[in-house]
């Protein structure tokens, strides 16, 4: 049973530029979060999806930053526009229905890093 | 602000001693609290959790209690490895059905051989 998969690992772009970020779930699970990570910081919640809906997006920034989970293919995270202030990692985590337990099972992340 | 925050930002131990990690939370609500160890360039790995009407929880080397009173969750290592060098994370969930996760800032652990 794979584990999280993110891609890609490493993304570099021009500010104005956009950015996609995929994450696959683990196999059976239907429910994803994305985080954000700076340096030497702890990881902050973006947004808590389950299959074609958003549950809680409080964390996202309200501009140029939007997510899915769609009913078949990855979660993705996409950030449009993109300034040096986004440089940073992406983790993706996921749980099963259910989540009978605290934890959730987190992807290798994305390090994006805006030029 | 954070709900989730932790006393001691380093940590330095020798291997073979004992390693204890605090956290403080303010969120009386949440329903369980979590550890993740991250290693430099990966994701956070789960370590273990405890519910919230639990006070204590072993794993294998690992010891989490809880202390509702004073909102107090700590981590014990024992006989700490040189593998066992990492950042460290508290972490709270949401009550409710809402699952999310909010961390703490991390302690740095360093294990001396």
């Known amino acids: 049973n794979a584990g999280v998969m993110q891609n890609p690992r490493h993304l570099v772009r021009r500010r104005g530029q956009e950015a996609r970020l995929r994450c696959s779930p683990m196999?059976?699970?239907?429910?994803v979060y994305w985080y954000r990570q700076l340096p030497e910081e702890g990881l902050k919640f973006m947004v808590y999806?389950?299959?074609?809906?958003?549950?809680?997006e409080s964390g996202m920034p309200k501009e140029r930053f939007s997510a899915e989970f769609p009913k078949e293919g990855p979660s993705i995270l996409r950030i449009q526009q993109v300034v040096r202030g986004d440089s940073a990692a992406y983790f993706c985590?996921?749980?099963?229905?259910?989540?009978?337990?605290?934890?959730?099972?987190f992807g290798p992340g994305t390090r994006l890093t805006v030029t | 602000g954070e709900s989730v925050g932790l006393h001691l930002p380093t940590l330095s131990v020798q291997e073979g001693d004992n390693s204890i990690i605090n956290c403080a939370y303010s969120?009386?609500?949440?329903?369980?609290f979590i550890w993740y160890k991250q290693e430099s360039g990966k994701g956070p790995q789960f370590i273990i959790d405890?519910?919230?009407?639990?006070d204590k929880r072993q794993g294998q080397r690992v010891t989490v209690l809880l202390n509702k009173t004073v909102k107090h969750l700590s981590l014990q290592i024992a006989a700490t490895q040189p593998g066992d060098s990492a950042v460290y994370f508290c972490?709270?969930?949401?009550?409710?059905?809402?699952?999310?996760?909010?961390f703490g800032k991390g302690t740095l652990l360093t294990v001396n051989p």
């Open positions: 972490a709270e969930r949401s009550g409710g059905s809402n699952y999310k996760l909010t």
């Open positions: 196999k059976g699970h239907s429910h």
């Open positions: 969120n009386s609500a949440s329903d369980y």
């Open positions: 999806l389950q299959k074609e809906n958003i549950i809680d």
């Open positions: 405890i519910r919230s009407n639990m």
């Open positions: 985590a996921s749980s099963p229905e259910g989540a009978a337990s605290g934890e959730q099972y």
